[in-house]
């Protein structure tokens, strides 16, 4: 059988062809969307037995230290305590356990994921994962977004570490639909955006798409095809129209934003071949997760000292707010989970004048708080599409902290994001030579009122249609499998 996936930044989605049209199979409840997140319990490590010969040693060595001490302290007519044989042996046997249970700390909170994730711990995926996480930061490793990595300018060990983490996430979804549909699903086609998250360009996009082929046939996927999510996306809308258009899609999801103008329609719909309806297409590695971490800096960050003047007249630098919110960028979270981070913040707090908002920076280091922060950040954006303004309780990072945010606040930190979008529309346009009948949006961020409003004022006369913000890129996929694949 043969499937379309939608290997998300924030959600992933799977459809399969069911008489006449896509369906989207649920992955975790009833819910047909599985929030891109990984979670793993920190393997046990083994307690050392006490090495009795080692000990016998130590004892006899206290032995011969008691005499010397005690014969030294005669001459000098000191008095001092004599231990028996089995109170020194007691004493030693203590200091042993202590240093086997330091070992034994000391090489727990020193593995690493990939050693969880091969020492066959429990793994956890979605929104179970992300409720794990929150609730027990220390005791496991936590793993969101990993499609936000795979363009980027990661290590040989990451890379391993990312295509395991992805391995695993699409197993699961294959398990979970072929439980559901009871077929084996051999063939797919795999969602990719126009350009991945990162900074390399091309080179980005191609790292990007062999770690994904790879993990969907290490997953036990026989043949994988890739096709762009916004082409996906006017793949699902085609099924609703009956007349020929020319539309612009918008799919503004968690981690890219893309964009593609493409001729729709009766006389297209059949066809296996598309690249000649394909008229322009262009994505930004910008996404919802960057209009978090947008708001979390300018409007959360402020709260935690941000802009605040120490003692000596100058400000807590900008870079350590920035690497305490960069969720998506896994150098800057190291740094900022660093020793030499942890000092700096302390020598910040020391010279603080506002010492309150530089403890909140602390708690967040210390309690590795970040993914949850940015959580919050999502949730005030999320709440703040139906509400206007919202207050955004922070309660893990002090008792009674919550901070007002609005509507307002959302719009001036994403300023720049929203002019993304325009300019992708307007890149994709001129690319096409042609103006389009309708606008297509779709994508989790669209819907954002701030969003919407945004296109609306600037394609005026131009039919606005809100599509089905999570499921169309899996719907397009899956009809496009449908017609490759059938
Ligand atoms: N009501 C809402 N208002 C604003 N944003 C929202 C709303 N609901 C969800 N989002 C945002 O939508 C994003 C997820 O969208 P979506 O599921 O389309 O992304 P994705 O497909 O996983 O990512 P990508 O396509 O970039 O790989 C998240 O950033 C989420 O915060
Ligand atoms: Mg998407």
């Known amino acids: 059988m043969y499937a379309g996936v939608d290997f998300g930044t924030s959600n992933c989605s ?23 997140a990984l979670y793993t319990s920190r393997p046990n490590v083994r307690i050392e037995e006490i090495d009795e010969i080692e000990l016998k040693k130590r004892v006899t060595d206290a032995k011969r230290r008691q005499t010397t001490e005690s014969k030294k302290a005669k001459k000098e007519n000191r008095k001092v305590k004599e231990f028996s044989d089995a109170e020194l042996e007691n004493i030693e046997r203590g200091i042993m356990r202590r240093e086997i249970a330091e070992r034994a700390k000391a090489r727990y909170e020193g593995q690493s994921i990939s050693e969880a994730l091969y020492a066959d711990t429990e793994v956890v995926f979605g929104e179970a994962a992300i409720l794990r996480h929150i609730q027990d930061p220390q005791s496991g490793y936590f ?22 983490v992805i391995t695993r996430m699409l197993a699961f979804i294959k398990d979970n639909a072929e439980k559901n549909t009871q077929i084996e699903i051999q063939n797919i086609v795999l969602g990719r955006p126009v350009n991945f998250h990162g900074t390399r360009g091309e080179e980005g996009n191609v790292q990007a798409l062999s770690i994904l082929e790879r993990a969907a046939i290490a997953a036990g996927f026989k043949n994988v095809e890739f096709l762009m999510e916004p082409i996906a996306a006017a793949l699902d809308y085609e099924r609703s129209i009956s007349e020929d258009l020319v539309v612009l899609v918008l799919d503004a999801g968690g981690g890219t934003t893309d964009c593609s103008m493409v001729k729709l329609g009766p006389s297209y719909i059949q066809s296996r071949e598309r690249n000649g309806s394909v ?41 350590l707010f920035w690497s305490a919110i960069a969720i998506n960028d896994v150098n800057a979270q190291q740094q ?22 530089v403890q909140r920076l602390q708690s967040l280091q210390k309690g590795r708080l970040m993914v949850r922060l940015n959580r919050s950040a999502e949730l005030a954006k999320i709440h703040l599409s139906d509400r206007d303004p919202i207050n955004l309780p922070l309660r893990y990072i002090e008792r009674e902290f919550v901070i007002p945010i609005s509507r307002r606040d959302l719009r001036e930190s994403i300023e720049r994001e929203l002019d993304v979008f325009l300019s992708l529309m307007n890149e994709v ?58």
Request: hydrophobic content about 35%; glycine content about 10%.
């Open 14 to 36: 799977i459809g399969v062809w069911e008489k006449k049209g896509p369906i989207l199979l649920p992955l975790e409840g009833e819910s047909t969307r599985l929030p891109s």
């Open 279 to 319: 008229l322009g297409y262009a994505g930004d590695r910008i996404g919802g997760t960057d209009l978090d971490i947008k708001l979390a800096l300018r409007k959360i960050m402020p709260y935690f000292g941000k802009d605040s003047l120490l003692s000596n007249g100058l400000p807590v630098p900008n870079t």
């Open 143 to 164: 793993i969101k977004s990993p499609k936000s990595f795979l363009g980027a300018d990661i290590k040989h060990q990451h890379i391993e570490l990312f295509s395991e």
């Open 336 to 357: 900022f989970l660093s020793d030499s981070t942890q000092r700096e913040i302390a020598s910040y707090l020391a010279q603080a004048i506002d010492k309150r908002k």
């Open 429 to 486: 346009e001129k690319q096409a030579g042609a103006k389009p009948n309708i606008v297509y949006v779709t994508g989790g961020t669209a819907k954002s009122p701030i969003v919407e409003e945004w296109i609306r004022s600037s394609y005026r006369n131009i039919e606005i249609v809100v599509g089905d913000a999570f499921g169309s890129v899996a719907s397009g996929l899956t009809t496009w499998a449908h017609r490759i694949y059938e």
